[in-house]
């Protein structure tokens, strides 16, 4: 079956560092990467994407590679902001799957002045 | 356009009683999806339904909890009877289109609480 590892469950880093959540990811068929942010109390909500053709995704200053070489699709961006604490989540999916999302366990993201 | 509506947001029961909890998915979309998020366990699909028939229900949700699709504009999770570990956030999801690379649109949840 479809599964996905968050490695981290909780990650704390000072505004202005730069962020990295790590997503690997096992499945038999060709899949869709995304990730979802949770923001406290709001539903969860699409930041990215992965593309077929290998671009890179980006949104809000976000970005993230699918390598399939080593199944992973690590978030990252260059400089946190406080207004990026909220939980992410990794998802995956497939055409044999439709639209139902396999979720990583998420990562709390919390970032300080 | 509105999202994914639930209500209640917040309920309180008692073990032992039913409960039911409802979902008006995205306008227009064909694919239905109830997630139940605690912090241990993350996100856990409890039902899938496309254009009203159900796909999947979650294996180890089956004896007590139960996804209704009475029209492509509402579902209900009747969960019966409650028990204390059910407490958590319940998330009903809809999505356009079966597709692998479709986005899915997230309500804001029930938070379920069974004293």
């Known amino acids: 079956g479809d599964s996905v590892t968050q490695t981290e469950g909780l990650v704390t880093l000072t505004e202005g560092l730069p962020v990295m959540l790590n997503c690997t990811y096992q499945s038999t068929y060709s899949p869709f990467l995304f990730w979802y942010v949770q923001h406290l109390n709001e539903a969860p909500k699409l930041l990215l994407k992965s593309f077929t053709d290998n671009k890179r995704p980006e949104h809000q200053g976000f970005h993230a590679t699918l390598h399939k070489s080593s199944s992973s699709f690590h978030l990252q961006k260059s400089s946190a902001q406080l207004s990026d604490s909220a939980l992410y989540y990794c998802a995956l999916t497939h055409n044999n799957a439709g639209a139902k999302l396999t979720f990583g366990g998420g990562t709390r993201l919390t970032v300080r002045p | 356009d509105a999202g994914v509506t639930q209500t209640p947001r917040h309920e309180v029961a008692e073990k032992g009683q039913t409960i039911i909890l409802k979902c008006e998915p995205v306008?227009?979309?064909?694919?239905l999806f109830w997630y139940r998020q605690t912090k241990i366990q993350g996100l856990e699909l409890l039902s899938y339904?496309?254009?009203?028939?159900?796909?999947?229900d979650g294996g180890a949700f089956k004896d007590r909890f139960k996804a209704e699709m009475l029209n492509s504009s509402f579902s209900t999770l009747k969960i019966q009877p409650t028990e204390p570990k059910d407490s958590a956030v319940y998330l009903c999801?809809?999505?356009?289109?079966?597709?692998?690379?479709?986005?899915?649109?997230f309500g804001k949840g029930t938070r379920l609480t069974v004293v």
């Open positions: 306008s227009g979309h064909n694919d």
């Open positions: 339904f496309r254009s009203k028939s159900l796909m999947e």
């Open positions: 999801a809809s999505s356009l289109a079966p597709g692998g690379n479709t986005e899915v649109f």
